[in-house]
C-alpha cells in the first residue's frame, strides 16, 4: 500500500521542474497523496500549472507575504478537502544585492524581507493552517541549509532567516504537538535550484561539498524528496521538532 494513500497534501514552493518541491510533490503523488500546488505570480503561475496538470494537482495562488492570501488559500483548501495532512514549507528569498560582500551589506528593509518570506511564512502557513491539520496526525516540513548554523560566503541575511526558520521549527513542533501535528526540517545540501544560482560563489560550494563529504559527492532533489516521504509518513510518527541533514554527510566533518 503507498505510504501517503489518501492524504491531503499541500506543496508551496514550487518554481520549475528542478525545484526541490517539485521532486517531493511528484513522490508524494507517486506514494498516492492528492496534491495541491501553489503560485506566487504569473511568471511562476506559467511554469507550475503545466507541472500540476500532469499530477492532477489542485493549483491556488498564494503570496506569503499576505495574510489575506494565505487565509483565502486554507479556505480553498477546506472547501476542496476539508483538512490537510501535510504541508510543505519550500519557500525562501532574499534580494540579491544581499547576498553580496558581508552581513554587513544587509539592509533593513532586505532583513524584513528575508525573514518574513524565509521563516514567518511558516508560523503564518500553520496559523492559518492548523485547524484542518489538528487531530489528523498530520505533518508540516520546512526546507533549510546549514548556513543556518555555519558561516558560507555570500550567504548573509539567508543564514540568518534559515537559522530563524529553524528555531520556529522547534517552537511549532511544541506548540502544536498537542494537536497531534508534526513539525520537521530537512537540512538539505547545494542542488542547482532556481533559488540557488543567486548566491555568488555557488559552484565552488558543490566543489567543496563533493571534495569533503563523506560520500564524496552531491546529493540529488529525489534524495530529498525521499527523506521528506520519511518525514511526512507514519513511518516518522514519533519525530518532531528535528533538522534533517541530507547533505552526504558534509555537516559531520570538521576539515
Known sequence: MPLLEGKKA????????????????????????????????????KRVRPLAESLDALVYPCN??????????????????????????????AEKDELKG?????????????????????????????????????????????????????????????????ASVRYLAAGLGKERIRVNAISAGPIKTLAAVGVNGF??????????APLHRNITQEEIAKSALYLCSDLASGVTGEIHFVDAGYNITGI
Open 64 to 93: 506569503v507575504t499576505s495574510d489575506e492570501e494565505i487565509s483565502s488559500l486554507m479556505l480553498f483548501a477546506g472547501e476542496k478537502w476539508g483538512c490537510i495532512d501535510i504541508l510543505i514549507h519550500s519557500v525562501a528569498f
Open 203 to 212: 559552484n565552488q560550494i558543490l566543489s567543496t561539498v563533493e571534495e569533503r
Open 102 to 166: 558581508s552581513i554587513l551589506s544587509t539592509t533593513r528593509n532586505g532583513f524584513a524581507t528575508a525573514l518574513d518570506i524565509s521563516a514567518y511564512s511558516l508560523i503564518a502557513l500553520l496559523k492559518a493552517a492548523h485547524p484542518l491539520m489538528a487531530d489528523r496526525d498530520a505533518s508540516a516540513l520546512a526546507m533549510s541549509y546549514y548556513g543556518a548554523e555555519k558561516f558560507f560566503p555570500n550567504y548573509n541575511v539567508m543564514g540568518v532567516a534559515k537559522a530563524a526558520l529553524e
Open 10 to 45: 499541500l506543496v508551496l514552493g514550487v518554481a520549475n521542474e528542478k525545484s526541490i518541491a517539485w521532486a517531493i510533490a511528484r513522490l508524494f503523488h507517486t506514494e498516492g497523496a492528492d496534491m495541491m500546488l501553489t503560485f506566487a505570480g504569473e511568471a511562476i503561475e
